[in-house]
């Protein structure tokens, strides 16, 4: 199958993809800042929050010290319940900046403000606005994987767990769509709405990297394995799926399933959670390298790498990184977010919350 899927003409940006560097430290490094982190949490008032695809140590640190690990929105939900005056966000840019739109009252540091993502690098605002200033006949729905002032530019934001859903509602009422970033989670959502989408050009490097055909082959090896897929993969990936969800979703599966053994493709930091909600289960990582490939991330973002023990301490001793968002961005920016996590109030969803299958 050819994962060639009809984008606007929207010339890609050119941006650096920098190597995966997981952090290494020997064991008395990573005990002293473990408990230097856990010291400075609480001088700082402050509360570690984690996505999934993070260095397991950051994710057994957010367990260790009442803090949370989930996906990008979620993060954001749950530091703005929390009564902690400082978020510290270990993930990417746009769940920092997302956390910041949703709670402007608190401080929100990161271990790394280059921790970028490929979709929201590929998405610049000002050929964004360009883009949607040529169709105003369409409504703009973005992907949380997107700058504050992308999304301040948009009617609605959803994450992969909700995209359907919202698509759904909005052709309800006669809405043509303009998508943006991911072009892969675009014609997903196309295909099981059958909405009229006008879909961005541009995808994640790390999901972008998953091989259908080696894949087939490797679910050939394992014919009692269950594939499951992040929506963010090529059609031809999503082909062979059993479970398309988002990282939460995901995780569910392996819990809930009965199956013995998955093949995932998705970031391979999902692992650490997977393995702690379903013990006995075996999981293989999706092939990202083929006969004609050399995968550039192999299954792990090299943003999501960059948060580290050594920075997330720095951040916390020194206030380096605290996520800014200009307050008219902001202001903008939160309808679209608050305008999904309504729709989901109402349809008494937790989307992508821990509880969302
Ligand atoms: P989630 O918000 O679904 O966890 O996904 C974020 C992401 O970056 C997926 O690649
Ligand atoms: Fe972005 Fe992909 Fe990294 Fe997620 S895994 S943060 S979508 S580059």
Not at 32 to 42: G, P, S, W
Not at 93 to 114: H, Q, S, W, Y
Not at 221 to 226: E, F, H, K, V
Not at 313 to 333: F, K, Y
Request: charged letters at 20%; aromatic letters at 6%.
């Amino acid at each position: 199958m050819i994962d060639a899927i009809a984008t606007a003409n929207v010339t890609k940006p050119d941006f650096d993809v920098p190597p995966t560097v997981v952090e290494h430290l020997d064991t008395a490094e990573r005990e002293a800042l473990r408990a230097e982190i856990k010291q400075l949490l609480v001088r700082e008032n402050a509360v570690l929050v984690a996505h999934y695809y993070t260095d397991p140590e950051l994710q057994k640190l957010a367990d260790e010290t009442g803090g949370y690990v989930s996906d990008s929105l979620d993060m954001a939900r749950f530091g703005h319940d929390h009564t902690a005056r400082t978020l510290v966000v270990a993930g990417v840019r746009f769940m920092g900046e997302t956390a910041k739109i949703l709670n402007p009252g608190k401080r929100v540091l990161m271990p790394d403000l280059k921790a970028e993502c490929s979709l929201d690098l590929g998405c610049p605002i000002e050929q964004f606005t360009t883009f949607c200033d040529e169709h105003p006949d369409r409504t703009v729905v973005v992907y949380a994987n997107t700058s504050a002032a992308v999304k301040a530019r948009a009617d609605w934001m959803v994450t992969s767990g909700s995209a359907v859903d919202v698509v759904k509602h909005l052709m309800a009422t006669g809405r043509k769509i303009l998508w943006a970033p991911d072009k892969f989670l675009g014609s997903y959502i196309r295909d099981n709405t059958g909405a009229d989408m006008l879909l961005w050009n541009s995808a994640c490097i790390v999901h972008e990297e998953f091989k259908g055909r080696e894949l087939a082959a490797l679910r050939a090896q394992y014919p009692d394995a269950m594939v499951l897929v992040h929506p963010e993969s090529p059609p031809s990936v999503i082909a062979l799926a059993d479970v398309v969800s988002s990282t939460t979703g995901l995780i569910k599966a392996v819990q809930t399933l009965s199956c013995n053994t998955f093949i995932v493709a998705t970031d391979k930091g999902i692992f650490y959670k997977m393995r702690q909600v379903a013990p006995g289960k075996t999981l293989i990582e999706a092939p990202t390298a083929g006969d004609s490939a050399t995968c550039r991330s192999c299954a792990h973002c090299p943003w999501m790498a960059m948060n580290g023990l050594r920075s997330l301490a720095a951040s916390l001793r020194t206030g380096a990184n605290e996520v800014v968002v200009a307050r008219e961005i902001g202001l903008r920016a939160v309808v679209p977010i608050k305008r999904l996590l309504d729709f989901s109030a109402a349809r008494g969803q937790v989307i992508l919350g821990n509880n969302d299958a």
